[in-house]
């Protein structure tokens, strides 16, 4: 019990009621101190943004190095290709679905929140796709030129945003996501939208499972293996990534169930399913995508366009390839893509925050599952060009 009360999910399902209960019978006075808190959390998540992509993709790339490059160029372009291609049928998903899910504007008859007491503005150290920029080219540099001093301080660098992700964002957001709730609830929206946003959960979580065997059934038909005798080991891995909500908490789970199958190589199990665990995201990618179409109707009424989504599930494909294998990370490393090509304000990152999070279990469960899958692709390829033993 204690466990599950310390839980993310738990502290942010806490933050969801008591912000709708206290939005229920706040009165302006107190409303005026809810927003700044809101605004003041806001600014915090916002300038770790940049942080978080330099500190994350930079030192992904440098640990790539030039051992196995062939191998590790399929893998890569596997996991890039699944990620966006999981983007893509739930960007489809969503233009066929989301119009006819009742989704009314949050705009429309909705009591105004008070106006910020004070702003304390904390602008970002850099802009997020100059971060991006900055991390992918730094981190070709470093392997490029060997210079392995950088490539430790990437390292070391990154240990210190995460712990700037797990000690400071990861617990203000309860707090930040009960003001939003609060406001909401004020405004009178979070009546009207909370049966949708159970309904987009179910929805997504049936995505998943398409996805996986989409992908179990391509690995089949390329390697010429029998894909069930991999998907059938992962049942332990599945319900561990449910809990754990973590890719690199699963991962000594996830090997030693891909080991026990017989249709794939073990050396390429030991590179593939640690690799796959942090640059393959399909199912968080799967559920971002279709959770910022909806949130996108609740606050504009209207779904982004086509090219801007086309522009977002690109390059969320690369930002997931960077992002921590941790609770919330996928989110959490494209939020600049959420608020510089969405424009999603602190109520839209809100959302998004809470409803990835309060399925973010399943969606790790379907990226573990699927690592299974892209090392079958690996096994197959492997065999195909002779490659090892």
């Not at 008591?18 to 600014?43: C, D, H, P, S, Y």
């Not at 304390?120 to 490029?144: C, K, N, Y």
């Amino acid at each position: 019990m204690k466990k599950i009360v310390q839980s993310l999910p738990f502290k942010l399902l806490a933050g969801v009621v008591v912000g709708i209960v206290a939005g229920l019978v706040a009165n302006e006075a107190f409303m005026n101190v809810v927003v700044t808190v809101k605004q003041l959390l806001g600014e915090l998540i916002n300038f770790c943004v940049p942080l978080i992509v330099i500190g994350f993709i930079a030192p992904s790339i440098t640990r790539l190095g030039k051992n196995a490059s062939r191998m590790l160029a399929v893998a890569l372009v596997l996991a890039y290709v699944s990620s966006i291609g999981a983007a893509f049928f739930s960007m489809f998903a969503g233009y066929s679905i989301i119009p006819h899910l009742s989704i009314v504007s949050s705009a429309e008859g909705l009591r105004a929140l008070p106006e910020v007491v004070f702003e304390l503005e904390i602008p970002q150290i850099m802009s997020v796709m100059s971060a991006l920029v900055f991390s992918i080219l730094v981190g070709l540099a470093v392997t490029w030129t060997g210079s392995s001093r950088t490539s430790e301080l990437l390292e070391e660098f990154q240990q210190i945003v995460l712990s700037v992700v797990t000690k400071v964002i990861i617990p203000v957001l309860p707090f930040f996501i009960a003001c939003t709730f609060c406001g909401l609830s004020y405004e009178g929206t979070i009546t009207r939208q909370l049966p949708v946003f159970l309904k987009v959960i179910v929805i997504v979580m049936a995505g998943h499972y398409i996805w996986m065997a989409l992908l179990y059934i391509l690995a089949g038909i390329y390697s010429r293996k029998n894909p069930l005798d991999v998907v059938r080991h992962y049942g332990p891995a599945y319900i561990t990534a449910v809990g754990t909500m973590s890719s690199a908490a699963t991962l000594a789970v996830a090997l030693r169930c891909a080991r026990k199958s017989t249709v794939l190589r073990k050396d390429m199990v030991d590179f593939g399913i640690p690799l796959f665990a942090n640059v393959h995201l399909c199912g968080s990618v799967l559920t971002e995508v279709f959770f910022v179409m909806t949130v996108s109707q609740i606050l504009d009424g209207t779904l982004p366009q086509l090219g801007t989504m086309i522009l977002f599930c690109l390059l969320l494909g690369v930002f997931a390839i960077g992002a921590p294998g941790v609770p919330g990370g996928t989110v959490m490393a494209s939020l600049g893509l959420i608020t510089g090509i969405l424009l999603f304000n602190d109520t839209g990152t809100a959302l998004m925050l809470t409803i990835f999070a309060l399925q973010d279990s399943f969606g790790t469960a379907c990226n573990v599952t699927g690592d299974g899958a892209l090392t079958l692709i690996l096994t197959g390829y492997a065999d195909r060009h002779k490659i090892g033993a």
